[in-house]
């Protein structure tokens, strides 16, 4: 399996764009689990929810790199999206700006078929998932060849121009 999104994030120099498309992402996750039962992060207890990934944003952050993450969701949304907004907190936190786009206003986008990053505006790495929502055994795909490069940007841009700020946005 090729690396992760945090290694290529750690040589970013100037941008990371995140574009998720999915309704849900690993069921089994720990904490999504936990969030069923009711258990929620406390944003005043930085410590129990800290982790490898926020040190890595908050070190591109510090070398100037613009990291924004957007999420195109069906409302009503699923329950993992629910916990995906009661969690995005962490994410602004480390540094990232976090939006949300209603799947409804998407119709006349051109998008990828999958989840990506894409690094500098020169990289991409998409994220291949099974039907449950486990990344597939190779599901990394970096890529930087020039015309799928500038499909993931325009898409990203296109959609992030549409979408609302995760501070205004109230999932429905």
């Known amino acids: 399996m090729q690396p992760p999104a945090r290694q290529a994030l750690a040589r970013a ?15 089994d996750d720990p904490g999504f689990i936990a969030w069923q039962r009711g258990e929620r992060l406390d944003p005043a207890d930085r410590t129990s929810w800290w982790g490898g990934w926020h040190d890595v944003v908050r070190e591109a952050i510090g070398r100037g790199v613009a990291i924004r993450r957007l999420r195109i969701v069906s409302e009503p949304v699923s329950a993992y999206v629910r916990y995906e907004y009661d969690s995005t907190f962490t994410n602004i936190a480390a540094g990232e700006s976090v939006r949300w786009l209603p799947r409804r206003r998407t119709t006349d986008l051109a ?3 999958t989840d990506f990053w894409l690094f500098d505006g020169a990289q991409a790495l998409f994220h291949h998932f099974t039907g449950d ?10 890529a ?13 841009e296109a959609a992030w121009q549409r979408a609302v700020p995760h501070e205004e946005y109230r999932p429905r």
Request: proline share 5%; with cysteine.
């Open 144 to 156: 930087d060849d020039p015309e799928r490069v500038k499909l993931c940007a325009a898409a990203f």
């Open 111 to 113: 998008l990828p078929g």
């Open 13 to 27: 120099q100037h941008s990371a764009v995140h574009l998720e498309m999915r309704d849900s992402y690993m069921l």
């Open 133 to 142: 929502g486990q990344l597939d055994q190779d599901g990394r795909e970096y």
